[in-house]
C-alpha cells in the first residue's frame, strides 16, 4: 500500500525558506513519478514541482523557477522541496502526489494515482 506523508509547512515572511518533506512508502514503481501541487484559498490545485527518471529529471512550474528546489533522497523514500525566496501568493496547502508513470502533461493533477495529506504553507506580508 502506498504511502505520502507530507511535512514540514508553517509560517513564514516573505523572503524566508521553508523544507516540505515528503515520506513514501510502498512505491516501488520502476519509472516513479513524484511531484509537489499546491492549492490555495479559492484556487485550482497546481502543480509546483516534479522529479522522476530515478531523479535524473526535475520540472518546475514557472512560478517557482529559480526559487525551489525538487529533490529526493538515494533510497527514494523521502522527497523534499525546498522553498527559498518565498512571496504570499505561495500560500496554500502542499501536496505530495505520485503515479505509476508520470503523465504526458507532468502537472496533470488527474495522472496522479496517490497522495497525501497535504502540508499547509502559509507567507505574510
Known amino acids: 500500500q502506498v504511502q505520502l506523508v507530507e511535512s514540514g509547512g508553517g509560517s513564514v515572511q516573505a523572503g524566508g525558506s521553508l523544507r516540505l518533506s515528503c515520506a513514501v512508502s510502498?512505491?516501488?514503481?520502476?519509472?516513479?513519478?513524484i511531484a509537489w501541487f499546491r492549492q490555495g484559498t479559492e484556487k485550482e490545485r497546481e502543480g509546483v514541482a516534479v522529479?522522476?527518471?530515478?531523479?535524473?529529471?526535475?520540472n518546475y512550474a514557472d512560478s517557482v523557477k529559480g526559487r525551489f528546489t525538487i529533490s529526493q533522497t538515494d533510497d527514494k523514500n523521502i522527497v523534499y522541496l525546498q522553498m527559498n525566496s518565498l512571496k504570499p501568493e505561495d500560500t496554500g496547502m502542499y501536496y505530495c502526489?505520485?503515479?505509476?508513470?508520470?503523465?504526458?502533461?507532468?502537472?496533470?493533477?488527474?495522472?496522479?494515482?496517490?497522495w497525501g495529506q497535504g502540508t499547509q504553507v502559509t507567507v505574510s506580508s
Open positions: 510502498g512505491y516501488t514503481y520502476s519509472r516513479n513519478c
Open positions: 522529479i522522476y527518471m530515478g531523479g535524473v529529471i526535475t
Open positions: 502526489a505520485a503515479g505509476i508513470r508520470c503523465p504526458q502533461t507532468v502537472f496533470d493533477s488527474q495522472g496522479y494515482t496517490y
